[in-house]
Nanobody, 119 residues
Framework: QVQLVESGGGLVQPGGSLRLSCAAS????????MGWFRQAPGKGREFVAQ????????YYSDSVKGRFTISGDNAKNTVYLQMNSLRPEDAAVYSC????????????WGQGTQVTVSS
């Protein structure tokens, strides 16, 4: 069974940085894409960023564009999210997800890691 495990969350002051990591374990195969989502208390899940491995194309939500960077290693099924210039509104539980193939949507989800932005 495929498992995604996130790490790197924590408390950071506004304007600070954090780097989230997500590693996959289980049956070995290459994902089509991996991404990050977040959910703040009382709000729905929000797309943050995605990388499509076949093209190395990246996509970002407008709210994080220019501040966050997604990267990773397809061979290792590992993805990172470098978050800079963090704002209080970025506080949320961040989850990584993986898509097994094009058009399948995200099949696999991690449990999430908490990011708190506060002075």
């Amino acid at each position: 069974q495929v498992q995604l495990v996130e790490s790197g969350g924590g408390l950071v002051q506004p304007g600070g940085s954090l780097r989230l990591s997500c590693a996959a374990s289980g049956p070995t195969f290459s994902f089509y894409a991996m991404g990050w989502f977040r959910q703040a208390p009382g709000k729905g899940r929000e797309f943050v960023a995605q990388v499509t491995w076949s093209s190395n194309q990246t996509y970002y939500s407008d709210s994080v564009k220019g501040r966050f960077t997604i990267s990773g290693d397809n061979a290792k099924n590992t993805v990172y999210l470098q978050m800079n210039s963090l704002r209080p509104e970025d506080a949320a539980v961040y989850s990584c997800a993986a898509a097994g193939g094009p058009g399948t949507g995200y099949n696999y989800w991690g449990q999430g890691t908490q990011v708190t932005v506060s002075s």
